[in-house]
């Protein structure tokens, strides 16, 4: 069964590739979205290295001049797709939209690396001006009271998730006009964001776009910025990841050590006295969002280590659902298959469980890849899964979810 599963996750990578990038899903995503293609990466690296490289490097080229690199790249026209790039008006050297999304390469990066060190080496001398370009970016763009700042839901990539509920009713909406989604034509209603969403989302970009993108009238002017749980765990992760690279390739990197520093310290304003846990913060007023997301289990894949969230980590393998859920079952607003208000995605076990496995909580870390792999192996290689029952939601045919089988599964493990 492992075998047919492998195979079958190398057919998705390989069905979803476009030559170059990578799709998530046909359909439903038809473009190069940024940490997707980040972890499409890391499939392709098991079975095809050159490929992993050109997929990284095909992100790169899309990279502005202020560093950022954005979360969706248009290769090419697909008429389909709402929000696309007439709308999105990036300021890039290809069409693409104006924000960025978790910054995941320089990690996934530095584990391809280790796959063939010569390769790597190679690869990595070119790509480390730009991965240290788009983390400065970062830092000088985003990071405000310390952690790192979202100045749209679809940044954070967790877009309808309960953190931004309190933040978002500042977003005037009565100027988005009409549209048409098409994301609701590829899945269920049910499954997807809602319309007071979409406007919300839609407000906020047509602001940004009217700002010609620029970094300091939206850090002013936006009504939505958000400290995020995701964005500061990722980057900080991803700071100590460049140093390394940047060590091996025999830089200075006392400019990264200053950022893991401040990220180090900064990261525990979003710490919530209230819900024992990591959480978002809304900088427009400097209210808490309440929410325990499976962003809050980041912490360890940053490198943070955190008794309390072990303890939340223990109450919700004992509650019986499985794990872990974007949004906590105990909360007033989950909703066991609502896009990130509840379900179970891969990829965010990966990430959680590579941080309980780099902090030695190894019995845990074993625990949250056993469910994910039970997951995929039962129920397919779907976008996410309702935390319930297991049941497949959202898109099939999931890049990063074969991606999480390939680099992370019962069947690596099995292989050493």
């Known amino acids: 069964m492992m075998e047919a599963l492998d195979q079958q996750a190398i057919n998705i990578l390989k069905d ?38 050109q997929e990284i490097e095909t992100l790169f080229t899309a990279q502005w001049d202020n560093g950022m690199v954005p979360h969706i790249v248009f290769h090419q026209p697909d008429e389909g797709y709402f929000p696309g790039p007439d709308v999105w008006q990036g300021k890039g050297p290809i069409a693409s939209s104006g ?34 370009k788009w983390h400065r970016w970062y830092m000088e763009s985003r990071t405000e009271s310390g952690a790192v700042a979202s100045t749209h839901p679809w940044e954070s990539g967790r877009d309808n998730a309960p953190d931004w509920d309190e933040a978002s009713q500042a977003i005037d909406t009565s100027k988005v006009g009409e549209y048409q989604r098409r994301d609701t034509s590829h899945v269920d209603a049910s499954m997807r964001p809602t319309k007071l969403d979409y406007d919300r989302y839609l407000s906020l970009l047509y602001f940004g776009r009217d700002a010609n993108w620029d970094e300091a009238e939206i850090a002013r002017n936006a009504s939505f910025r958000v400290a995020d749980p995701t964005l500061t765990f990722t980057l900080l992760r991803g700071h100590r990841d ?53 962003a809050s289990f980041l912490c360890w894949y940053a490198g943070i280590e ?32 609502r896009y990130w208000r509840g379900p179970v995605w891969a990829m965010m076990n990966a990430l ?26 039962n129920f397919g290689f779907a976008e996410y899964f309702n935390a319930d029952n297991g049941q497949p939601a959202g898109g099939g045919h999931f890049t990063w979810t074969a991606s999480v089988w390939l680099s992370w599964s019962l069947s690596d493990i099995a292989g050493g």
């Open 352 to 377: 959680v469980g590579w941080g309980l496995e780099d902090q030695g909580h190894v019995v845990l870390a074993r625990a949250v890849r056993q469910q994910t792999a039970g997951l995929i192996a």
């Open 306 to 337: 955190s008794p309390d969230m072990i303890a939340h980590l223990e109450r919700l393998l004992a509650s019986g659902h499985n794990i872990v859920p974007s949004y906590d079952p105990a909360g007033d607003d989950y909703d066991a298959m």
């Open 99 to 132: 924000i960025s999304q978790p910054p995941l390469v320089a990690t996934f990066a530095r584990k391809i690396y280790q796959r063939d060190p010569e390769l790597g080496e190679q690869k990595l001398r070119s790509l480390y001006p730009s991965l240290l």
């Open 242 to 294: 460049l140093a390394e690279i940047g060590r091996m390739l025999g830089e200075d990197v006392s400019e990264i050590e200053a950022w893991i520093a401040a990220l180090e310290k900064g990261c525990m304003t979003l710490w919530n006295q209230e819900i024992d846990a990591f959480d978002s913060v809304n900088l427009r007023n400097g209210k808490f969002a309440g929410s325990l997301s499976n």
């Open 16 to 53: 979803n590739d476009r030559g170059g990038y990578t799709v998530p899903t046909a359909g439903l995503y038809p473009y190069q979205w940024n940490w997707d293609s980040a972890f499409a990466a890391l499939g392709f690296a098991t079975f095809d290295l050159p490929r992993a490289w």
